[in-house]
């Protein structure tokens, strides 16, 4: 089965490149993509998905502010948190929040590597 994910991101940039890599990897399924904080919220309660990667720096509603609400709609949800930087403040209280995983936007990593290390998010519940 394939793992069902939820793109949020307010760069079409960046979504673009995430749902490329993702779809040519071949394990996932694109369920939805927001530009904006609500969306993601909105996207994730109605598809359940099993993860969503979230930018922290968005308009209407920020990520940090999304992971609560993605919890609570869909707590099994893995929310892999997209940000410019680890290292920020903001980064770390994501994690505390409930986010799963961190990625670093521009990082070294191959579009195809990132694809992997979520897939391996999944591989020990199958």
Same mark, same amino acid.
């Given at each position: 089965?394939?793992?069902?994910? &939820?793109?949020?991101?307010?760069?079409?940039? &960046?979504?673009?490149?995430?749902?490329?890599?993702?779809?040519?990897?071949?394990?996932?399924?694109? @369920?939805?993509?927001?530009?904006?904080?609500?969306?993601?919220?909105?996207? &994730?309660?109605?598809?359940?998905?099993?993860?969503?990667?979230?930018?922290?720096?968005?308009?209407?509603?920020?990520?940090?502010?999304?992971?609560?609400?993605?919890?609570?709609?869909?707590?099994?949800?893995?929310?892999? @948190?997209?940000? &410019?930087?680890?290292?920020?403040?903001?980064?770390?209280?994501?994690?505390?929040?409930?986010?799963?995983?961190?990625?670093?936007?521009?990082?070294?990593?191959?579009?195809?590597?990132?694809?992997?290390?979520?897939?391996?998010?999944?591989?020990?519940?199958?």
């Amino acid at each position: 089965m394939p793992i069902r994910v &939820v793109l949020a991101d307010d760069s079409d940039d &960046v979504r673009e490149m995430l749902r490329m890599a993702l779809e040519w990897d071949g394990r996932f399924d694109i @369920v939805g993509e927001a530009s904006n904080g609500e969306e993601a919220v909105a996207l &994730v309660s109605e598809h359940k998905p099993d993860a969503v990667f979230l930018d922290l720096v968005m308009p209407v509603l920020d990520g940090l502010h999304a992971i609560p609400r993605i919890k609570e709609s869909s707590p099994e949800t893995k929310i892999v @948190v997209l940000s &410019v930087a680890a290292s920020h403040p903001s980064s770390s209280e994501a994690m505390e929040l409930g986010a799963t995983a961190m990625v670093q936007k521009g990082g070294a990593r191959t579009t195809q590597e990132l694809a992997g290390e979520v897939a391996q998010l999944f591989a020990a519940e199958t």
